[in-house]
């Protein structure tokens, strides 16, 4: 939920206007309205990019990942990691847009080690995947963008973590 959405919703239940700190909130969220959408489509353009760079430097660091008997070992398996790539990049440009965590604490985090437990994925693997994510992600952005959009990638690996 964006900062404007969540301003509006606390003062509606209180019934009463928005503070003046609030209405800074909103103001601050506006003006960097152009940057997070610069943000966004960096990220959103160059998925593919971003995926195969990462994916490329996690088999690097954690071959076994591809090895026989890794969970990405194998085309399909590969392929579901890669997916699961997109998806998270996804969920950070959500972030991003939002200029909040929570569409991706309530679309993607909720559940999501026990769903890795459950499936047999190991869940630091997961997060070394992000990591890679986020690194070939921020190569992407300038010095300005990189602060903004790296606390995304950081929620996610606590969250996993």
């Known amino acids: ?95 991003v847009l939002a200029g909040d965590k929570d569409p991706i604490e309530s679309i993607g985090l909720i559940g999501v080690r026990e769903m890795y437990n459950s499936l047999g994925v190991p869940v630091p693997g997961m997060v070394e995947s992000i990591r890679c994510l986020k690194e070939a992600s921020l190569a992407l952005l300038d010095d300005e963008d990189v602060q903004e959009a790296a606390p995304y990638f950081d929620y996610i690996i606590q969250a996993m973590s």
Not at 1 to 27: C, F, H, T, W
Not at 28 to 51: D, H
Not at 62 to 91: H, M, S, T, V
């Open 1 to 95: 939920m964006s900062v404007v959405s969540q301003v509006i919703l606390k003062a509606d239940d209180e019934l009463r206007y928005p503070s003046s700190g609030e209405l800074q909130a909103i103001n601050t969220f506006l003006k960097t309205g152009e940057q997070r959408v610069r943000i966004a489509s960096v990220l959103s353009e160059n998925e593919k990019r971003i995926v195969d760079k990462a994916s490329q430097e996690l088999w690097r660091r954690r071959p076994d990942f591809i090895a026989p008997g890794g969970n990405a070992f194998g085309q399909r398996e590969r392929a579901l990691c890669l997916r699961d790539y997109g998806w998270y990049l996804r969920l950070i440009t959500y972030g």
